[in-house]
């Protein structure tokens, strides 16, 4: 079956530390990757998106990720955090094939920000 | 141009009742999704319009869910028969056609069922 995995729930991090968050999937061929963070009370925003080419995307707000075949994975880092990125991040997949698009989250990563 | 919203943002419902939910698109955003976020879980597909067309429905959970999209704009999630196990926060995105475009979330409708 097709999955998505996110294997830590929750992570803390000092400001000014760097960050990276795990993601795993499993599908037949390559998909669409996506990250999305989550404030409270706010609405899913995209941070970043690989479809093909290089492995190494850019996104917003200093964050980057890597597309890693091998290891099925699609992590996420950010070299230096701010207390603004405390949040909720999902890693997401979308089957390349799909018309139109669904996606399938994990279940996030709740992210805290220590002085 | 203003974004993907929802109402309403909360909404407290007793069991057994119903509830509608609606999504307004950002304009002229030809697909829209639902999704259902539980409490500590990420969101899960629910159905799919492209204009009014509702062509995917697998993640509805039961026949007391219905999602309708008339006029291939405003949409609205409608549940039968509330149960406690609704409750959740629901996500409504729209985009532009084709898989690689990017989905707008609005900020959700949390509904709690009593």
């Known amino acids: 079956a097709q999955s998505v995995t996110q294997p830590d729930i929750h992570i803390t991090v000092s400001e000014g530390a760097s960050l990276e968050l795990r993601c795993n999937y499993s599908?037949?061929?390559?998909?669409?990757l996506f990250w999305y963070v989550q404030s409270p009370g706010q609405g899913l925003q995209l941070l970043l998106k690989y479809f093909s080419g290089d492995t190494l995307v850019q996104g917003i707000k200093g964050f980057e990720a890597e597309f890693k075949r091998s290891q099925s994975s699609f992590n996420l880092r950010k070299p230096s955090v701010h207390w603004s990125d405390a949040a909720e991040y999902f890693c997401?997949?979308?089957?390349?094939?799909?018309?139109?698009?669904?996606?399938?989250f994990g279940a996030g990563t709740q992210v805290v920000v220590t002085p | 141009g203003a974004g993907v919203s929802q109402s309403p943002r909360y909404k407290v419902a007793k069991r057994g009742q119903d509830v509608a939910l609606r999504c307004d698109p950002i304009s002229g955003h030809v697909s829209l999704f639902w999704y259902q976020q539980a409490l500590g879980q990420g969101p899960e597909f629910l159905t799919y319009f492209q204009n009014e067309a509702q062509l995917d429905k697998s993640g509805l959970p039961s026949d007391r869910f219905f999602a309708e999209r008339p006029e291939g704009s405003v949409s609205t999630l409608k549940i039968q028969r509330t149960q406690q196990e609704d409750s959740a926060v629901y996500l409504c995105?729209?985009?532009?056609?084709?898989?690689?475009?990017?989905?707008?979330f609005g900020p959700g409708t949390r509904l709690t069922v009593l």
């Open positions: 995105a729209s985009s532009r056609p084709g898989s690689r475009n990017e989905q707008f």
């Open positions: 997401a997949v979308r089957r390349g094939t799909d018309s139109w698009g669904k996606l399938q």
């Open positions: 599908y037949g061929a390559t998909p669409y």
